[in-house]
């Protein structure tokens, strides 16, 4: 009879563990005020001293293991919307990770299943072998809890989060190592989706601004601003650009805080320049829809490249260690496919050495003759300080001289225009001393039009890639 009864002791105690090790710690055991561990509850009769300390050992693995838990229930319940930067939703790597450390905590619950089982079945089972069974998650559980808290109160977000694990995987302990290449792979399925959807279709899925690639909306502002001093806001700007297609105007840049560390920036740029280009070829496809062509263009050929690009993206995602070398070899192999296509559709199609001789004749001279006839049809007003009409005169003047020299295609004229600039006296020369107006006249009087000429190029798409602001900004100067 007391042998049965210590039996049955024995066994209500291997349950009231194994509870414990799921996260319910029940009546036998409680979370500690000082460490918020599970530990032996005071002055219980059926538990030697001698096995407090094993107990507490072991059963702590069921407080990280309900932090665990809680963290998963909280991702798993967070919504993920596709408004930009809208509140409550929650980040897809989050909701990624979650996923990853449910993955690799199902082999903890496999094993309490199996030490539950071997209980049932050995009633005298000693204390000893679950702590053998769960010696492994000693160290791996109270590193995921660590990995977790510190993403929460660091804020990572995004790529960072990638960075984290993969310095994680750094690890001599071969059960930390292989948990953590197994959540780091679960991550990467997101970033494979975001590298799918920029590289094969040029779209940007990034709604909570995860993606280490990101519009820079600022870029176009700052430079119509630039263009704008200076100048009548209804007249053409100096080294303007105004590609034919709308889309392709959308600039982004690499947010460098956002890239994971173990990934070189010069694949990086790779992707982007990628992206950017398969965009390119998007709005060429668009614009032969509506032209109902019936040529097959490079924006169309390079559909065909598409699913051959998404496959080798596809196994690079179900490889279960990161390889940088296969990954930036798949990165090299997609960005030459479409660099090729770029200059089939730049060289060849757009037809861009006729271009650069054109550019050539006009900002850096090549056709004199055009130039010397617009001296002499325009110096009699040019060398006057510019009116409202000037740059009016100066264009038609302009037009006159290509005219005159046999330049006669309708589209210079509209790429091609001069610009002058109305000049702005020093606050000095505004307020004269005395309230005169002769301080203002004076200073007017050394500045003619030609001082504020300016040429301004309008270029075509897709050759804006080129012949950007900078660019056209230094053949200007």
């Known amino acids: 009879t007391k042998a049965k009864a210590g039996c049955n002791k024995r066994m209500s105690l291997h349950h009231e563990?194994?509870?414990?090790?799921?996260?319910?710690?029940?009546?036998?055991?409680?979370?500690?005020?000082?460490?918020?561990?599970?530990?032996?509850?005071?002055?219980?009769?059926?538990?030697?001293?001698?096995e407090v300390s094993?107990?507490?050992?072991?059963?702590?693995?069921?407080?990280?293991?309900?932090?665990?838990?809680?963290?998963?229930?909280?991702?798993?319940?967070?919504?993920?919307?596709?408004?930009?930067?809208?509140?409550?939703?929650s980040s897809l790597y989050l909701k990624a990770l979650a996923l990853g450390v449910d993955t690799v905590l199902d082999s903890y619950r496999q094993t309490l299943v199996r030490v539950e089982q071997k209980c049932i079945s050995e009633p005298q089972l000693p204390l000893s072998h679950l702590q053998h069974q769960l010696e492994d998650y000693q160290q791996l559980l109270p590193s995921l809890d660590a990995c977790v808290k510190l993403v929460h109160r660091n804020k990572l977000c995004g790529c960072q989060i990638l960075s984290h694990l993969h310095q994680q995987c750094s690890t001599g302990i071969p059960i930390i190592q292989r948990a953590y290449e197994r959540v780091l792979a679960t991550c990467h399925g997101v970033l494979y989706?975001?590298?799918?959807?920029?590289?094969?279709?040029?779209?940007?899925?990034?709604?909570?601004?995860?993606?280490?690639?990101?519009?820079?909306?600022?870029?176009?502002?700052?430079?119509h601003g630039d263009q704008s001093e200076g100048g009548d806001g209804s007249e053409a700007k100096e080294g303007a650009v105004q590609p034919l297609e709308p889309k392709s105007t959308s600039l982004f840049r690499i947010e460098h805080s956002l890239v994971p560390?173990?990934?070189?920036?010069?694949?990086?740029?790779k992707i982007l320049f990628?992206?950017?280009?398969?965009?390119?070829?998007?709005?060429?496809?668009?614009?032969?829809?509506?032209?109902?062509?019936?040529?097959?263009?490079?924006?169309?050929?390079?559909?065909?490249?598409q699913f051959r690009f998404g496959h080798m993206l596809?196994?690079?995602?179900?490889?279960?260690?990161?390889?940088?070398?296969?990954?930036?070899?798949?990165?090299?192999?997609?960005?030459?496919?479409v660099a090729e296509h770029l200059w089939r559709l730049l060289v060849e199609e757009s037809n861009l050495i006729a271009h650069l001789k054109t550019v050539k004749n006009f900002f850096l001279l090549g056709r004199g003759e055009l130039f010397l006839s617009f001296v002499d049809l325009a110096h009699s007003f040019m060398k006057l300080p510019p009116t409202n009409t000037t740059q009016h005169d100066v264009n038609v003047a302009f037009q006159q001289a290509m005219l005159k020299v046999g330049m006669e295609n309708e589209d210079l004229p509209r790429q091609f225009t001069l610009t002058v600039d109305q000049p702005r006296p020093p606050p000095e020369a505004r307020r004269p001393p005395g309230g005169g107006a002769t301080g203002g006249e004076g200073v007017e009087s050394g500045i003619n039009a030609?001082?504020?000429?300016?040429?301004?190029?309008?270029?075509?798409?897709p050759l804006h890639i080129l012949f950007t602001p900078a660019v056209l900004e230094k053949y200007n100067s």
Not at 17 to 35: D, H, K, M, Q, W
Not at 64 to 73: A, H, V
Not at 204 to 214: N, S, W
Not at 277 to 296: D, E, G, K, P, Y
């Open 274 to 305: 990628v992206g950017e280009a398969v965009q390119i070829f998007q709005s060429q496809a668009q614009a032969q829809h509506r032209l109902s062509s019936t040529r097959m263009g490079v924006g169309s050929k390079l559909k065909s490249d």
């Open 193 to 223: 989706k975001q590298l799918s959807a920029w590289m094969l279709h040029g779209l940007l899925l990034d709604y909570q601004g995860e993606f280490f690639i990101e519009a820079a909306r600022e870029a176009p502002a700052e430079d």
């Open 450 to 461: 030609w001082s504020l000429l300016g040429l301004s190029h309008t270029v075509n798409w």
């Open 261 to 269: 560390s173990y990934i070189p920036l010069r694949v990086i740029e």
């Open 54 to 89: 094993l107990l507490n050992r072991i059963c702590r693995l069921g407080s990280y293991y309900l932090q665990l838990k809680s963290f998963i229930s909280e991702q798993s319940a967070a919504a993920v919307t596709l408004a930009p930067e809208s509140p409550g939703s």
């Open 314 to 337: 596809a196994e690079l995602q179900k490889q279960p260690v990161f390889s940088l070398r296969e990954f930036e070899r798949t990165i090299d192999s997609i960005r030459d496919c």
């Open 17 to 50: 563990v194994l509870l414990a090790l799921s996260g319910y710690p029940g009546n036998v055991f409680a979370a500690s005020r000082e460490t918020g561990l599970f530990e032996v509850s005071p002055d219980l009769p059926f538990i030697h001293p001698s």
